[in-house]
């Protein structure tokens, strides 16, 4: 109870972190990196490319309408986007500016939308706290220092911790159950895991935490992303 306490007196109006960065240049930031984005896949040995799909996308467009319409006054700042990649791999992830990458993988293998409805907030939160350019400006900090060591890990860990918190109370304001994310959190045995499974809960506050069964809409969507992925895997 008292850890809930702690972790549900955060406010999204709280100061940021240190950050040189501007709001222009963390737009900026983001349209760069999305430029750039598949040939830093093809450096990392993947072949993934992004895709349109425009059924996976409108339901990933109608998902955050629902999260950001409770985003608080500073999201305005970023021209939020949702973007497909067609890796296998689950995964979700932002690249600043209000560019949000989602894999098919992260839809194939998701067991429910508010399962994917947490991951996108969970993204969001990064953006609208600006945390891809507040970790920039301290590894610039820490490299000019000659400094660079396990506090940018820490800080890491604290933008993630800081988009958990955040992420899944506006997730959970827009009717979202985060019963699914929790679930999967517990399966996992590590201290961090078992930490980020409480801050849904304590999100949830007292709401029913029994995973939704999957509506008809997303076991579609769900099975189309494995089709891409199939059809992807046999060259087709």
């Known amino acids: 109870m008292g850890q809930c306490k702690d972790i549900n007196s955060r406010s999204?109006?709280?100061e940021t972190a240190f950050n040189q960065f501007t709001l222009d240049e963390d737009r900026l930031q983001g349209e760069y990196a999305s430029l750039g984005?598949?040939?830093m896949l093809r450096q990392g040995g993947k072949s993934a490319r992004r895709i349109y799909d425009k059924a996976i996308t409108d339901q990933l467009v109608e998902i955050s309408r629902r999260i950001l319409a409770l985003a608080p006054e500073s999201?305005?700042?970023f021209k939020f986007s949702i973007g497909l990649v067609d890796d296998s791999e689950p995964n979700a992830f932002q690249l600043g500016g209000g560019v949000i990458l989602v894999t098919?993988?992260?839809?194939?293998?998701?067991?429910?939308?508010?399962?994917?409805?947490?991951?996108l907030a969970h993204e969001f939160c990064h953006t609208i706290r600006r945390h891809r350019t507040a970790f920039l400006t301290r590894l610039k900090l820490?490299?000019?220092?000659?400094?660079?060591?396990?506090?940018?890990?820490?800080l890491h860990d604290e933008f993630e911790q800081e988009a958990d918190i955040f992420g899944s109370?506006?997730?959970?304001?827009?009717?979202?159950?985060p019963g699914s994310v929790i679930a999967r959190f517990r399966e996992k045995k590590s201290k961090n895991w078992q930490l980020r499974a409480t801050i849904f809960e304590c999100a949830a506050a007292g709401k029913s935490l029994e995973p939704e069964a999957m509506s008809f809409d997303f076991f579609a969507i769900?099975?189309?992303?494995?089709?891409?992925?199939?059809a992807k895997g046999s060259g087709k």
């Open 12 to 14: 999204m109006a709280e």
């Open 37 to 39: 984005f598949e040939t």
């Open 75 to 77: 999201a305005r700042s």
């Open 104 to 119: 098919l993988g992260e839809i194939a293998e998701a067991p429910s939308e508010d399962f994917v409805a947490m991951v």
């Open 142 to 154: 820490a490299v000019t220092a000659r400094a660079v060591d396990a506090r940018l890990a820490a």
């Open 169 to 177: 109370r506006l997730a959970v304001a827009a009717g979202y159950n």
């Open 222 to 230: 769900r099975e189309h992303a494995r089709k891409l992925l199939a």
